[in-house]
Structure formats: C-alpha cells, structure tokens
C-alpha cells in the first residue's frame, strides 16, 4: 500500500475506487458512551449462601440514521438463596421502567415500493419481575 504526503491511498491508475470521508459521523447505532456497575452483597447462612445484586447500566445517545435515539439507564435488581447444587433468585430487571427505543426508522416504512407512513419503534424491555430456579444434577 503507498500513501500520499497527506496520510491519503495511493491507487494504480485505471482502478476503480470509491472513497468517502466518514471521520465527523458516529458508527451506526453506537452510543457515544455507555457504562455499567454491578455490585453484589453475599452471606453465608450455613451450608447456603444469600445474596443480592444490582446493575446500573448506561447507554449514550444514538445515531439510529433519521431518528436519533435518547440515551438511558435500566436499574437490575437480584435477591437469592444458593447452595452448591441448586440457586432460587428473585429479579427485577428494568426496574424503574425507563421508557426508550433500541431502535427506530421513521414514518416512511415501505411495502411493495409504497411508503406506508407507519414508523417502526423497538423499544427496551419493559420492567420484568419473576423467579429463577436452577438445579445441578
């Protein structure tokens, strides 16, 4: 590969090549900052051991194409008992029920080479609560 004095590829001519310069565009739907921290508290009662755990995390705003996206946090939450064969987890996840979209494309959906006028929204997973259970054989 050479290189001008300006850091720019040098083709053989006759060659076709495209160029563009994307170097002030963000990458695809990649947040300009995202983050986590997860801490987690055990005891021991006995042979069984209890915990609880939580997970703040944080995605940055996104450049989704037409429809920027708004950054957000989700808040996880983890309550459990454990042994060396089996675990009982109670969980909250996106405990707070922040509202965002994962992704988004605006109002010009098309069908058949029609646009439809409807957008598509995928948002985050609303708050979840539930039981794990797990068992070692």
Do not use: K, M
């Amino acid at each position: 590969n050479q290189f001008d004095d300006n850091g720019a590829p040098v083709f053989p001519e006759g060659e076709s090549v495209s160029l563009c310069d994307e170097s002030s565009n963000q990458l695809g739907r990649a947040p300009d900052w995202s983050a986590s921290v997860n801490s987690e508290y055990r005891r021991n009662f006995g042979n069984l051991e209890g915990y609880g755990r939580v997970l703040l995390a944080y995605t940055g705003n996104q450049n989704s194409g037409e429809v920027p996206l708004d950054a957000y946090n989700t808040l996880d939450a983890y309550l459990g008992v454990r042994s060396d064969r089996w675990h009982v987890e109670l969980f909250a996840r996106n405990l707070l029920d922040e509202e965002a979209l994962i992704t988004a494309t605006p109002a010009t959906a098309v069908v058949r080479r029609q646009p439809t006028g409807y957008a598509n929204q995928f948002p985050i997973p609303s708050r979840r609560i539930g039981v794990s259970a797990s068992y070692n054989w």
